[in-house]
């Protein structure tokens, strides 16, 4: 199902052979490996990279591989892409220039864990450790993606040693693009100006209901924009063409997860399981978004990319009787459900993801390897976590149809912290606080990395 569809050649304003393929397109995959690894040697580092560095997939080429797959011609070998840690940065580049990095990426994701909600003890040790870099190597099955790895990791082997693999793999069958609670992801996505093409008579929209974000929100620039368009300008030369990448390694506990379902959904005033389900997320499990369709599930709407993401929550939906405040695409990215002088924040905080599940459905260790790009960890990754998800108060000012203030309660699906209940509206509107709910989501690991342009990529391989 695609969730955007792009501008002809002719018409894309962004340097497309410069961008790394995953951070815009989401190197489209069944399977995929991330190979962490530390740098031992750098000088023989940059030579290394410099014979994998025709493999490295970049957004054009990444933009032909979708437009082929949408017309049903898929490749095995879907592509590969390398982002460095602030550890591997410095051993690559000055240090001076590292430091004016975004201050959560200089930090380390594992510095940062507490203030997330993680607890490090649960973390597996090579992200407690510190990676340099990883190699992101995706294809059509496992073993291709698994094969291409080796290669890589074999050209590389005189300069850097891997640290730790993870393996991503798509569910298979009916839960082909579903996440390990059963719901299908990947539906809403921002689109990009300059890459996404309108639909639509509304030039600032892509799909029906996909506002169309300034480049500058994701890549680092400069690009040939108007002014006022975000944090494109880098701090230093080399990040041009850059997004930070975040990957967290999220365990999802699903016996839990269905068991809170079963025990609550009567108590929560829903008629199901998969009612309530779909309710503490927002969409059902095929994708099709409660907002429209708040009492049974819907597969055809699910299936309509012109119709699944078109809506909004503020006016449509202001007392929660469609989608609750708690929902996790309400929390994550609340739409138009600020009141001015905030109108515009929504957009502020959006992220590309493009993360796939881990772990088979039998196995306990299961659940998704998170990626998301943007151009400030801080604002964008970050703030949806702490301030948004994690954060019971969020959002704020809202009330039942009688006046009733109304506290949210944290994302119960992905967010971190206590006390874990969440606030839903009954059929007659007044409040309902649900029983507080186990964590779901448990992090495992995570790194922040950067990944380079073209240009630095290449400029390293000289130096
Ligand atoms: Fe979430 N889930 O299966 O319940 N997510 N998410 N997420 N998420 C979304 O539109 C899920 C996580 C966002 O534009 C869907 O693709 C799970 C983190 C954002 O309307 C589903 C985990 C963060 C959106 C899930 C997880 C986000 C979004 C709906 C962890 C950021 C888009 C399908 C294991 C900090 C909202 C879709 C929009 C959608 C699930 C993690 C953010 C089903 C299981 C860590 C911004």
Redesign the pocket.
């Known amino acids: 199902m695609p969730v955007q569809a792009f501008l002809p050649d002719a018409q894309v304003t962004l340097p497309l052979s410069e961008i790394q393929g995953d951070v815009l397109i989401a190197l489209k995959k069944n399977a995929e490996v991330f190979v962490f690894f530390g740098i031992s040697d750098a000088a023989r580092f940059r030579r290394e990279l410099a014979s994998i560095l025709d493999d490295v997939t970049f957004c054009d080429q990444a933009k032909r591989i979708e437009e082929d797959k949408q017309a049903g011609h898929i490749e095995p070998f879907l592509g590969l892409n390398v982002a460095f840690s602030v550890h591997g940065l410095r051993k690559l580049f000055p240090s001076a220039d590292v430091d004016k990095l975004d201050p959560s990426f200089v930090a380390g994701a594992d510095v940062q864990a507490p203030a997330l909600g993680d607890k490090l003890a649960d973390w597996l040790a090579p992200y407690t450790q510190g990676v340099d870099g990883v190699l992101l190597v995706t294809g059509i099955d496992h073993a291709t993606a698994a094969d291409q790895a080796e290669s890589f990791v074999r050209a590389l082997r005189h300069s850097t040693q891997v640290l730790h693999l993870e393996h991503g793999l798509v569910r298979s069958g009916a839960q082909k693009g579903h996440?390990h609670?059963g719901?299908?992801?990947?539906?809403?996505q921002p689109g990009v100006l300059g890459l996404t093409r309108p639909t639509t008579a509304d030039p600032t929209k892509g799909l029906p209901g996909q506002d169309l974000v300034e480049p500058g929100e994701f890549i680092f620039g400069p690009f040939d924009q108007e002014e006022g368009a975000g944090p494109a300008t880098p701090p230093v030369d080399w990040m041009q063409n850059a997004s930070y990448l975040v990957f967290?390694r999220?365990r999802?506990d699903v016996g839990a997860f269905d068991a809170y379902l079963q025990d609550n959904f009567t108590a929560a005033e829903k008629t199901s399981p998969e009612h309530l389900g779909a309710h503490l997320?927002g969409?059902w499990k095929s994708?099709a978004p409660t907002l429209v369709t708040p009492e049974r599930d819907d597969a055809v709407l699910a299936a309509d990319p012109t119709r699944n993401n078109d809506f909004d929550f503020g006016a449509a939906d202001s007392h929660q009787a469609a989608c609750p405040f708690v929902a996790?695409?309400r929390k994550?990215?609340p739409r138009d459900d600020f009141d001015p002088p905030l109108k515009d924040e929504s957009e502020k905080h959006r992220?590309l993801?493009a993360g796939i599940p881990f772990g088979a459905d039998d196995e306990a260790d299961k659940?998704?390897l998170?990626v998301?790009y943007q151009t400030s960890i801080v604002d964008q990754?970050e703030f949806?976590?702490t301030k948004w998800?994690n954060n019971p108060n969020f959002i704020f000012g809202k009330t039942t149809t009688n006046g009733t203030p109304i506290t949210t309660g944290l994302d119960v699906?992905?967010g971190q912290g206590a006390p874990r209940t969440a606030a839903m509206s009954d059929p007659a509107g007044d409040l309902l606080t649900l029983p507080d709910a186990p964590q779901f989501?448990t992090a495992t690991g995570g790194a922040y990395l950067l990944s380079l342009g073209r240009k630095a990529l290449h400029d390293l391989t000289l130096g």
């Open positions: 996440e609670f719901f299908l992801d990947g539906v809403s967290r999220l999802q997320v969409r994708g996790h695409i994550t990215y992220i993801r659940g998704l998170f998301s990754f949806i976590q998800a699906v992905m989501v």
